[in-house]
């Protein structure tokens, strides 16, 4: 018997070991600001770089989602500060290492927190960062109780949470007449749908399970039995938590990511107000992004009170393009609607394994590792200038060195890696607090070497692969003076060999500049800056070089109350070339929360736009349910309606409705190929439904 047909098996077993347990109330919150302020503040410098990043594809935005998925789950289970332990406050990435055992220090003098509002005598910790912990952590009992076998299965928190997305429209690829067009011809319903099921403790025991179909993916046919994609994980501590094992579907997480994708996700900005430590993460697989992550066993041992070990395996099946029994491309989107996107579903066997050795002392840390993969069939794209040094053969390999220390007056971190041929790459970041104000600057160096090759990496980088770069970023970062913050960066890249669309070699260019400050009467303002210049092809000229100059400039006012808030928002860009005449794009939106009662929640977004074109796009961040943020681009002219209500039916149950709208004023028809929506007009509903309950030890 195939495993997938244990699905239905093993979701009747895990909602019957849950739904026979208790009830509780939640820890209380001391919220200093709403979930999408700090996705807005924390997340957008991330997304605005991807506008200008050419060729990232969907390995990118995966990442993002990825990320802020843990994100997510980092919020909705909230650290009590009281008990939580030093790794459980750094898996925080906004808290350096000298501040969580800062933290840690307070708890042991004072013995507790009895409120988030102590946070204020810490001088080490920022204005900004007291409210990102207001998210992520509450002051909560001093006290944990005794640990059974018992308690850590089945007295942790259940979660189930179903979701329905329905278009109000119809694509062309569900039209009747493509029916004798395979490729252009959905094969299942137009209804996406998901089903989600996570159980956590605070030992660090773990399961779930995740079921998701998109929008024209048959159902129950094909590969299908029944979901397009699942996922299941576990995650168990052993040894009083010495030692971790992961079966199933697992992330694994390596220094600056030169091997194993990193935490930074293309965000420099994130460098100026992130800590910067080494992450050497195994974790379970959560999200619904359904590449890039491993499929099998692995495990992380402690050894003495410094030493640590990682090792994990993983077999999986991943979709590609074949030509004959050769692979011609790899395919990241997980899309599986037409004949063409089904012939390429579990095409290309994939075996991976690892291993990494730690070190830890106080402030720092160190580690060697390496990894080894190997395919079923041939990998060879077909040959061009650009992607001559990409993945070629049935193996890839490789290993690294990194490093990590966080001092008082300054932080490093680093890594060396090399590729099965010893070609290199390395990245170097090093952070300077010169004085007791928060106040630093960062410098960051980097070298990819053209033939380096590294299909799982994903670190700081200008192209769309850790390959071809030498770059040099330099930042500062200030946070002080009437609750003020500064920030900018300057980063400059070299690229020795062609990339997609420049065949010679080239360089580029990205400025940052960012200052928010608050005024009276809850009021905090806002301007962002950004810049982007970069050489590609004139068009039908190969091998002759134009600059493309972006700049970019956000202004914006936030109103912020208890049960109240607003944010106004102008964005404008102008995109200047060296063989067309300017272009430009600007967008107007307010972004709104309400909440009316206790029990009740009510977002809207409104924006209107006009850009010349696709490349003058203009990205915004609109209210998403849950484990569906997003920071969408609008393009061309336009008007864009959301509508979002949380409705808390009781402690346990909530129910969400999202309601989005989307109006073109100078175009009659919206994408194109089988996703073509024959009107100006796009409208969706979202339904989701979450259900939250304790288990024993919560009675």
Not at 326 to 338: D, I, K, P
Not at 385 to 402: F, V
Not at 590 to 601: E, N
Request: glycine letters at 8%.
């Amino acid at each position: 018997m195939k495993f997938q047909r244990l699905f239905p098996l093993l979701a009747i077993l895990l909602l019957w070991t849950a739904t026979c347990q208790a009830q509780t109330g939640k820890p209380y919150r001391e919220e200093y600001m709403e979930w999408e302020e700090f996705l807005e503040a924390y997340l957008y410098s991330d997304v605005a770089e991807a506008a200008e990043q050419e060729g990232e594809g969907e390995r990118g935005e995966q990442a993002r989602l990825e990320y802020l998925d843990r994100l997510e789950d980092l919020h909705r289970q909230p650290l009590n500060l009281n008990t939580a332990s030093r790794s459980e406050l750094l898996a925080l990435p906004f808290l350096t290492v000298a501040q969580v055992d800062t933290l840690l220090s307070y708890r042991q003098r004072h013995r507790r927190f009895v409120t988030l509002g102590e946070l204020q005598t810490i001088p080490q910790i920022t204005y900004q960062q007291r409210r990102y912990l207001s998210l992520f952590t509450f002051a909560g009992d001093t006290v944990r109780p005794p640990q059974t076998w018992q308690d850590r299965w089945l007295g942790g928190k259940y979660e189930v949470t179903a979701r329905a997305d329905v278009p109000l429209f119809r694509r062309d690829g569900f039209k009747s007449t493509t029916a004798s067009k395979p490729n252009q011809h959905y094969y299942g319903p137009p209804v996406a749908h998901a089903l989600r099921y996570r159980y956590r403790h605070r030992s660090g025991a773990a399961y779930g399970m995740t079921l998701q179909q998109d929008a024209g993916e048959p159902f129950g046919r094909g590969n299908n039995r029944p979901y397009d994609y699942w996922s299941v994980y576990a995650q168990v501590p052993l040894l009083r938590q010495r030692t971790i094992l992961w079966l199933g579907d697992y992330d694994v997480l390596w220094g600056e990511g030169l091997l194993m994708g990193g935490m930074n996700y293309g965000g420099r900005a994130s460098l100026l107000g992130s800590a910067l430590r080494q992450p050497h993460f195994i974790r379970p697989h959560t999200s619904l992004t359904e590449q890039g992550f491993q499929r099998g066993v692995a495990a992380q041992t402690q050894i003495g009170k410094r030493w640590e070990a990682q090792a994990f395996a993983s077999f999986r099946r991943v979709d590609a393009h074949l030509d004959g029994d050769t692979v011609t491309s790899l395919r990241e989107a997980g899309l599986h609607r037409t004949k063409s996107e089904i012939l390429t579903q579990r095409t290309l066997s994939e075996v991976l394994t690892g291993a990494r050795l730690l070190c830890h002392w106080r402030g720092g840390a160190a580690s060697v590792g390496g990894y080894g993969a190997w395919y079923d069939k041939t990998i060879y794209p077909a040959l061009h200038d650009y992607n001559r040094y990409y993945l070629r053969g049935k193996s890839a390999g490789g290993w690294s060195i990194d490093a990590a220390h966080d001092a008082r007056r300054w932080q490093y971190r680093g890594e060396c890696a090399f590729d099965a041929s010893l070609h290199a790459a390395t990245s170097h970041t090093l952070r300077l607090s010169p004085t007791m104000r928060p106040f630093s600057v960062v410098v960051q160096a980097r070298y990819f070497s053209p033939r380096f090759v590294a299909p799982y990496a994903e670190t700081l980088q200008s192209a769309s692969r850790v390959q071809n770069e030498l770059g040099l970023l330099l930042g500062a970062d200030y946070q002080g003076w009437r609750r003020a913050k500064l920030s900018g960066y300057v980063d400059y890249s070299y690229h020795e060999r062609p990339m997609y669309r420049v065949s010679a070699p080239s360089h580029r260019l990205r400025g940052w500049l960012s200052a928010a400050f608050p005024l009276r009467s809850a009021w905090e303002m806002e301007t962002r800056y950004q810049y982007s210049g970069k050489q590609e092809d004139v068009t039908g000229h190969p091998g002759l070089l134009q600059f493309l100059h972006r700049h970019s400039l956000r202004l914006a006012a936030h109103l912020l109350q208890p049960n109240f808030s607003l944010h106004l928002s102008a964005d404008a860009c102008a995109l200047f070339s060296q063989t067309a005449s300017v272009r430009w794009g600007r967008m107007i939106s307010v972004r709104g929360m309400w909440k009316p009662l206790s029990t009740l929640q009510l977002h809207t977004f409104v924006a209107g736009f006009w850009t010349d074109d696709y490349a003058t796009r203009i990205y915004g961040y609109e209210p998403q349910l849950r484990h569906g943020g997003a920071f969408p681009s609008f393009a061309y002219q336009g008007a864009r309606l959301v509508l979002l209500g949380n409705w808390q039916l009781t402690s346990r149950a909530t129910i969400s409705l999202r309601y989005s709208f989307l109006r073109y004023f100078n175009r009659q028809e919206i994408s194109s190929g089988a996703a073509r929506i024959a009107s100006p007009m796009q409208n969706d509903l979202c339904l989701q439904f979450e259900w939250r309950w304790p288990g024993r030890a919560h009675r």
